[in-house]
C-alpha cells in the first residue's frame, strides 16, 4: 500500500497535507491576488487551526507542510487543481499568475 494517492473526490479522506499560512511578503501586494482587502493573517491562522481541527476530529490524519516563500500568501486553500493518482499529482494551471 502507497502512503498516498487516490482517484475519488468523494471517498473517505485518510491522509490530507495542508499548508498554514505566511505572514503575507510586504513586496506583494494583496491587489495582485486579486482579494477584496488585506490579508488579515492572525484571522487565517486561527480558521486554519479550526480546519485542522475540523479534518482531525472528521478522521484524517493531518500532515502540515511548510511554505517557504512569503510571496505565495494564498497557498493556503483547501483545494487546488490537482489530480492525484497512485503514481503522484498532477499539478493543473492555478488560475492566477502568482500562483
Do not use: N
Not at 473517505?12 to 511578503?25: D, E, I, Q, T
Not at 482587502?37 to 487565517?44: G, K, S, Y
Amino acid at each position: 500500500m502507497t502512503a498516498w494517492g487516490g482517484q475519488s473526490m468523494s471517498g473517505v479522506l485518510k491522509r490530507v497535507l495542508v499548508f498554514p499560512p505566511v505572514p503575507p511578503a510586504p513586496s506583494v501586494s494583496w491587489e495582485a491576488f486579486g482579494y477584496l482587502r488585506p490579508i488579515d493573517h492572525e484571522l487565517a491562522v486561527r480558521e486554519h487551526a479550526a480546519f485542522r481541527e475540523i479534518l482531525s476530529a472528521a478522521g484524517a490524519e493531518v500532515i502540515a507542510g511548510e511554505i517557504d516563500d512569503s510571496g505565495l500568501a494564498d497557498a493556503i486553500f483547501p483545494f487546488d487543481p490537482v489530480i492525484m493518482t497512485d503514481a503522484g499529482a498532477i499539478l493543473c494551471r492555478m488560475g492566477k499568475p502568482l500562483r
